[in-house]
């Protein structure tokens, strides 16, 4: 019965300490809020109205910004977490922040968020975090490109990271050439089921991306996972020396202004750009999943709503002991 006793007991510890390694996140996550602007003292504007005026303001000019507002938010998250380190330039106490990565190459929408902080920093100093900013702001472009079909709220309450760090982002973001398992895993790392992986792919209906991103799929033939015809489309578009980087392509060919569920289709039917887009239908669970997403629109969007919302959750800072309030967002306070 001691035995039995000691071997209890030491489960039990086992399973505190678990839990115990996961309450700051779960804490943090928790301590978000929908409206936690709204009870502001200092803040005379509505702050999600400021940010999604000015998206709305870019992206009336060019709709790729919205698309690149949605993969900020992203390659934010997932890299340890949304706290806006993604938005950090090169400074000499920090001259390889994540921005560096390849894996980020080719960001945009980094000035829209540039131009909300100025004027909410106006409006009241010191108070909106670069990262609210940016859930905001990634909202509000899924919103505008998918006709109001993607709506939700964004808890915020988020503080700023101090830390950026161009290997953190190298080893956690997807890269094109992602065959399933990895995809899986690096998905699962944060939290989130194939499905959700499958779900939160549809953002690749929208966006751009360049030619050399792709180029060992078009070239010197077109990859037995894509459409002929469509390959031959994409060699005719893109330079024939794989090592310019300057043209890029819409990645959904059919329906590129829009985020709907098109890219799934698209998957289907093999004109998708990347390996890790033809990914998703080389197993028949995923592939499945695939399908289920290209029959029915509501559908997917609102399972984008919810992974979206997941993903702005991700390892927040929140609270006064946590991170800061930027006064730029593409620098620390402290320089």
């Known amino acids: 019965m001691a035995r039995c006793g000691a071997v209890m007991s ?12 996961l309450l700051p996140t779960a804490t943090a996550a928790a301590a978000l809020q929908e409206g936690f602007y709204k009870s502001s003292t200092n803040c005379t504007v509505d702050v999600e109205a400021t940010v999604a005026s000015v998206v709305q303001q870019y992206i009336s000019a060019d709709r790729g910004v919205g698309a690149g507002l949605i993969r900020l938010h ?5 890299v340890k977490g949304c706290d806006g380190s993604v938005l950090l330039d090169p400074s000499p106490a920090n001259p390889d922040p994540e921005k560096a990565s390849p894996s980020n190459g080719g960001l945009r929408g980094l000035d829209v968020i540039q131009e909300a902080k ?12 670069c990262a609210d900013i940016l859930a ?57 089921t194939q499905d959700e992986l499958v779900t939160l792919s549809g953002a690749h209906s929208v966006g751009r991306a360049h030619c050399a991103s792709f180029a060992r799929r078009i070239r010197p033939n077109v ?20 090592a310019d980087d300057t043209v890029a392509v819409d990645q959904d060919q059919a329906t590129p202004a829009d985020l709907d569920n098109q890219y ?5 039917a093999g004109k998708v750009l990347f390996d890790s887009d ?21 559908r997917w969007a609102a399972k984008f709503i ?14 006064d002991m946590q991170g800061e309030v930027r006064r730029f967002c593409n620098v620390t306070n402290s320089g």
Do not use: I
């Open 74 to 78: 992203f390659h934010d998250c997932f």
């Open 278 to 298: 033809w990914a998703l239908v080389s197993d028949n669970a995923t592939r499945q999943m695939v399908a289920d997403n290209a029959a029915d629109q509501a």
């Open 10 to 21: 030491l489960r039990f510890l086992v399973v505190v300490v678990a839990l115990h390694a």
């Open 118 to 129: 100025r004027r909410l920093e106006s409006a009241c100093p010191g108070t909106v975090s």
């Open 223 to 242: 990859s037995a996972t894509m459409d002929a015809e469509y390959g031959a489309r994409l060699q005719r578009q893109c330079p024939a020396d794989a």
């Open 136 to 192: 905001f702001a990634a909202r509000d472009a899924s919103n505008v490109l998918s006709a109001g079909a993607v709506d939700y709220g964004v808890p915020s309450g988020r503080r700023d990271g101090l830390a950026s760090a161009a290997s953190d982002a190298s080893q956690v973001l997807p890269p094109p050439s992602a065959q399933l398992d990895r995809l899986t895993d690096l998905f699962a790392a944060k939290g989130f």
């Open 264 to 268: 799934y289709g698209n998957v289907l």
């Open 306 to 319: 919810d992974a979206m919302r997941k993903m702005g959750a991700l390892d927040v800072l929140t609270g």
